[in-house]
């Protein structure tokens, strides 16, 4: 399992360490593999102020000045590469519990 976030490194291993978490969270500089699956958007100007009003400052956060942000997603992979599930939604709060996807990758584990 890993992660793919378009935050500097620095900041992805403050997540690892804060969270406890077993995995690594790969960095997607500019969120160019993000766009080449056609999950990237920019935060629409509107929101730029207000998301900097709340301390969050993207540019610093990710080391560049686009504004764009992944559309939250998760990819069931099998070892042959091919996807076999994928949930992602625009939505930041619409995401599948996290048993859902482990039962996706146990059912690959099983076969």
Do not use: H
């Not at 992660?3 to 995995?23: D, N, W």
């Amino acid at each position: 399992m890993v992660a793919v976030s378009p935050q500097l490194a620095k900041f992805g291993e403050q997540v690892i360490t804060k969270q406890g978490l077993g995995f690594d969270i790969l960095r997607d500089a500019g969120n160019g593999y993000t766009a080449s699956l056609g999950l990237r958007f920019r935060l629409p100007d509107e929101l730029i102020p207000i998301y900097k009003g709340f301390g969050i400052d993207l540019p610093a956060c990710n080391g560049e000045d686009s504004w764009t942000l992944p559309v939250p997603a998760r990819f069931v992979i099998d070892q042959g590469g091919v996807i076999r599930a994928v949930d992602a939604d625009p939505d930041y709060t619409v995401r599948p519990e996290p048993e859902e996807t482990l039962a996706k990758v146990r059912a690959l584990t099983a076969g």
